[in-house]
């Protein structure tokens, strides 16, 4: 029996549902929360392939009716307002109209830019997420943010839009390619490091995870949401500086600027910048004398063993200390110009610093 999450965010919150065979029964699941027996589906080509089949019968079983499935190309450049007008589009001329729902089936790309054409389709229409990747499962598909890219950045034109409900269906992750599961699990570690006692669960289950075991992807996944969800829930818009939202950050300094200096091509996956992020923010947290030098080998110890990169050095690029410092200077979560990390004095004791000297973290990178 699928496990049910109920978050308090948007304006009536709703419920993440996690476990196996959900495409199948999407249709009674997502019936109650919509507002018209009638959904637009987005997904991309790849995943169409494998999950849509599954989908379309489960919502057909429940009588909601599929006004047209709509698939863009597989990736990140997915994301750009071209493809957006083409969605919206595309959902206009089947016939969407305020009562009809978009479903997005797909990783955080579909996410973000189904979310993101539905925050504004004729000012806003109901939206339901069936993440099939790990990162989209633990992370993208809760807490409302979608969003396209712009030639100045990532994610820097969007709109807060909640969806109605979450089914995170963990079978869809058994045709993920593995090298995207263990960087999906590197959220679920960063989620492990925030909460305290998920860390624990971490270090023990966290192999069978990355292996495959549904029954440790159901736990990560349960977890993580309900730890992003509390996070969010607090900060929803993200207002505070200091706090909420911004601690979701650990890792993503240094994470942000690795992927930059590889130009998003591709050859460095999100999550795989993440782990690295997370090795370096707990060596700086040690540096800095806020915990033992225990925690980063522990962390990198843990993501090694999971088959991520934690260190610079296990990753196949070659990077400079001044080219690094140049992104982390330029991070859009930056405020006056100061340049902020998330640090751990252990598991479930993390906090944001803008005070951490230049020469603490060039010292950390030459290493
Ligand atoms: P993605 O959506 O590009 O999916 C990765 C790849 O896996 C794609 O090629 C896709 O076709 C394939 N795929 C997806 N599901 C599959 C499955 N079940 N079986 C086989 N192949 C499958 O990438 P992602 O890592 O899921 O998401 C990354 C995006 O998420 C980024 O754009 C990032 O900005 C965004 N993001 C958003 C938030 C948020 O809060 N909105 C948070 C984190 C990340
Ligand atoms: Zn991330």
Redesign the pocket.
Same mark, same amino acid.
């Given at each position: 029996t699928p496990r049910r999450l109920p978050v308090s965010l948007g304006e009536h919150g709703y419920d993440v549902v996690v476990g196996r065979g959900l495409l199948g029964r999407a249709g009674g699941l997502i019936a109650p929360v919509l507002p018209a027996r009638r959904v637009v589906v987005v997904s991309?080509a790849?995943?169409a392939a494998? &999950?849509l089949p599954a989908l379309r019968a489960g919502l057909e079983a429940a009588e909601i009716k599929v006004l047209a499935e709509i698939a863009v190309p597989?990736?990140?450049s997915s994301?750009d307002f071209a493809r957006l007008q083409d969605v919206l589009e595309r959902m206009l001329a089947a016939g969407l109209d305020r009562r009809t729902t978009v479903v997005a089936l797909?990783?955080?790309?579909?996410?973000?830019l189904a979310g993101f054409a539905a925050a504004v389709a004729m000012r806003g229409v109901p939206f339901v997420q069936v993440p099939?990747?790990l990162?989209?499962q633990v992370?993208?598909s809760v807490?409302g943010?979608?969003g396209v890219n712009l030639k100045a950045g990532?994610?820097l034109a969007g709109a807060f839009h909640q969806p109605r409900i979450v089914l995170a269906d963990t079978d869809?992750?058994a045709?993920?390619?593995p090298r995207?599961l263990r960087?999906?699990y590197a959220e679920v570690a960063k989620h492990g490091l925030l909460q305290g006692a998920l860390w624990d669960w971490c270090e023990a289950h966290g192999g069978a995870a990355v292996a495959g075991d549904g029954d440790a992807l159901t736990h990560a996944v349960l977890e993580s949401c309900r730890l992003k969800a509390a996070v969010v829930a607090a900060d929803e818009r993200e207002e505070s500086a200091e706090g909420g939202r911004a601690l979701l950050n650990l890792g993503h300094t240094f994470g942000h600027a690795l992927e930059a200096e590889c130009g998003f091509d591709g050859t460095l996956l &999100?999550g795989e910048a993440v782990a690295v992020g997370l090795g370096l923010a707990a060596s700086l947290s040690a540096r800095l004398g806020h915990c033992s030098q225990e925690w980063p080998s522990r962390v990198i110890a843990h993501l090694a063993a999971c088959g991520l990169p934690a260190r610079i050095g296990d990753l196949p690029h070659r990077f400079t200390v001044d080219a690094l410092m140049g992104r982390m200077a330029k991070d859009k979560k930056n405020r006056d110009g100061q340049m902020r990390f998330v640090l751990l004095r252990g598991p479930g004791d993390v906090f944001t610093s803008s005070e951490v000297p230049r020469e603490a973290v060039t010292a950390l990178l030459r290493d």
């Open positions: 991309d790849a995943v494998l &999950h597989p990736g990140e994301k797909g990783g955080g790309v579909v996410g973000d099939t990747t990162l989209a992370d993208s807490g943010k979608t990532k994610n869809t992750l045709t993920l390619p995207e960087a999906g &999100h």
